[in-house]
């Protein structure tokens, strides 16, 4: 059994309890992957992420990710927060400016904006039309009419995500899925939010990780972004809502700059100390 330094974090928002919690492990070298995998499913959290030193050159550290269930090549949330973490506990990153994360996916840059952290969107693995089998599936899991969904696209940048847009917030917020009729889809939803503090309101449910909705997202939320914006339905900077639904009131804050999509967010730490694994 060894002792390391732990830290629990509410991360796409500046207020406790209010977010998506992470938990991190640090300096977790040592530890088997079934260790990792059997504290991810006793914090029962969405995410639980243990950070390590980098094995490629250029980054500044590396983080993997598991869900109760599984380990994630790349995950949203985690990132800002586990950066957030590092940074905490002492990191020190080559740049003043940016942070550079070694993860399943590769390298993912995040950039220092005041407090707030912000992750270039990965390439997506899988982009393009939903095939007609999985449209239907997908209508039958929402319980709503075809013609209520306005478009859908797959935005796959790891954890597997499709998407699909309704007409407006309290479309999504109504939606009561049969989680069971998923039977494995990541299924993102998103509307607009016309005249609201944000531009847009999201729901993600993900049944098959072992967290039926999951509060705020940071990967689906990098996923809708080089969707929407590439077709032209946002605009190149917007703020996201997320986790109404869930009693939360996460902001993610989007912006292209150039060919590079930043999902950007707040981070607070809510608990700190050491975990025996």
Known sequence: MSRHVFTQLDVFTDTPLRGNPLAVVHAAQGLSDANMQAFARWTNLSETTFLLPPTEAGADYRVRIFTPD??????????????????????????????????????????????????????????????????????????????????????????????????????????????AAMRGLELGVVAPWSGGEAQFEVRAFVPSLGVPEDPVTGSLNAGLAQWLIGAGLAPERYVASQGTALGRSGRVFVEKRSDTVWIGGDSVVVVSGQVSL
Do not use: K, Y
């Open 70 to 179: 599984r380990e994630l090549p790349f995950a949203g949330h985690p990132t800002l927060g586990s950066c957030q973490a590092w940074l905490a506990a002492g990191g020190q990153p080559r740049s003043a400016d940016e942070v550079v994360q070694q993860c399943g996916v590769g390298l993912v840059r995040i950039r220092r904006d005041g407090t707030r952290l912000a992750f270039a969107a990965p390439p997506l693995r899988r982009s393009g039309p939903v095939e007609p089998e999985v449209f239907a599936q997908i209508v039958r899991s929402l319980r709503i009419p075809a013609d209520a969904i306005r478009a859908s696209n797959w935005v796959d940048n790891g954890p597997g995500w499709v998407a699909v847009m309704l007409g407006s917030r309290d479309e999504v917020l109504a939606l009561q899925p049969d989680f």
